[in-house]
């Protein structure tokens, strides 16, 4: 089992990001070998301050730690210093479809009537990602329910690739969804994912918020009047309180019908409280850590440096017959 996944290095680890990738990460680090990287190439496909992406990028890569990524067990690298995932997308790029890409709904939302004017790169983000992960052979991916259809592209990209060039060069990737925190949605709108791009701080519950604002954040977060049903089917058309029921399960690793047969019948007056209580006690082991780490942002690069190189070592045959199947001599 090769085990590969990213982060983009912008903004604040968020509470979807955590549910729907990172805490499963840092379960799977026992199931297999674990390549997790910084996307700071995926995050140039918009404009980002340089100088707050060199240190996005170290507090990112702090916050994975704190989490609970090992990097003594798993790599850990940013894109960047490992030059073959570019190398591998511009390969990958005769490949790729227009027709394929066309149809990336993320990219749809995220150039919305401005398709003109956004960035080349922004259109062929899929295929990096592609890249990213064939580069290792991966054979599974965590990611949240978002990603999904860009790990589809990815084994469309493989299998072409494989077929015109008459190879058995890339594994096909399987996308790993969790059931629980796959989907989190905003806490000012039920029906819109939990995202760092969201204009309202209040929408998320970002890793580095203390105690008293995540438990702002849950009181001020939107529901509806009613109590909380007792079975699932309850939770029909109450997006904002299916989130939180979400949420509340994931944390506890359980299912939503667990969460409702303990808090089934009570108000929000009620559930707001220990939700966000529940919130504080997991945040709080994994904030101490990140004050640890981000003293030291000299060994976060070290470790950066180390996860790269062994990346770039276990990358570069793949990279090579790629190379070789297309004809080109590097
Ligand atoms: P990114 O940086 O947007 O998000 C990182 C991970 O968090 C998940 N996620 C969510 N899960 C549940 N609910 C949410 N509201 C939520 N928001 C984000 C994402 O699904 C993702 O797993 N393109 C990727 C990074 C990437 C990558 C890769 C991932 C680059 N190359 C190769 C896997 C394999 C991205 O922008 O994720």
């Avoid at 507090?59 to 894109?79: E, H, K, T, V, Y």
């Avoid at 054979?139 to 329910?145: D, F, I, L, M």
């Avoid at 084994?155 to 077929?163: C, E, L, Q, V």
Wanted: glycine residues 8%; negative net charge.
């Amino acid at each position: 089992m090769r085990i590969v996944s990213g982060i983009q290095p912008t903004g604040n680890l968020h509470l979807g990001n955590y549910l729907g990738a990172i805490k499963r990460w840092v379960a799977m680090q026992d199931e297999g070998e674990c390549l997790f990287f910084l996307a700071d190439l995926h995050a140039i496909t918009v404009y980002n301050d340089p100088a707050e992406l060199r240190a996005n990028v170290r507090a990112m890569a702090a916050a994975l730690i704190a989490c609970g990524i090992d990097p003594q067990r798993s790599i850990l690298f940013n894109q960047a210093r490992v030059p073959a995932h570019a190398e591998l997308a511009w390969l990958l790029n005769g490949t790729a479809r227009m027709g394929w890409l066309n149809r990336m709904t993320q990219f749809k939302e995220k150039s919305g009537k401005n398709r003109e004017a956004v960035s080349v790169g922004l259109f062929a983000y899929p295929v990096l990602m592609a890249a990213d992960v064939l580069l290792y052979q991966a054979t599974h991916v965590p990611v949240g329910e978002d990603q999904k259809q860009h790990l589809e592209l990815a084994r469309d990209i493989a299998t072409k690739f494989n077929t015109d060039f008459a190879v058995d060069l890339f594994t096909l990737p399987e996308p790993l969804i969790g059931k629980a925190g796959a989907r989190v949605m905003s806490l000012r709108d039920g029906t819109a994912k939990m995202s760092k791009s969201d204009p309202s701080d209040m929408s998320r519950v970002n890793l580095t918020d203390d105690s008293d604002l995540i438990a702002q954040k849950i009181r001020k977060a939107k529901t509806d009047a009613d109590p909380l049903p007792d079975g699932v089917d309850g939770l029909e058309g109450r997006p904002e309180a299916r989130n939180l029921v979400a949420i509340y399960a994931a944390l506890t690793g359980q299912e939503a019908q667990g969460v409702l047969d303990q808090h089934g019948g009570q108000g929000f007056g009620a559930f707001k409280p220990a939700l966000a209580e529940l919130l504080v006690e997991t945040m709080r082991p994994i904030k101490q850590r990140l004050d640890e780490l981000n003293a030291n942002p000299g060994e976060l690069d070290a470790i950066l440096e180390r996860g790269s190189a062994r990346a770039a070592e276990l990358g570069r045959p793949t990279l090579l017959n790629a190379y070789e199947a297309l004809g080109l001599q590097r």
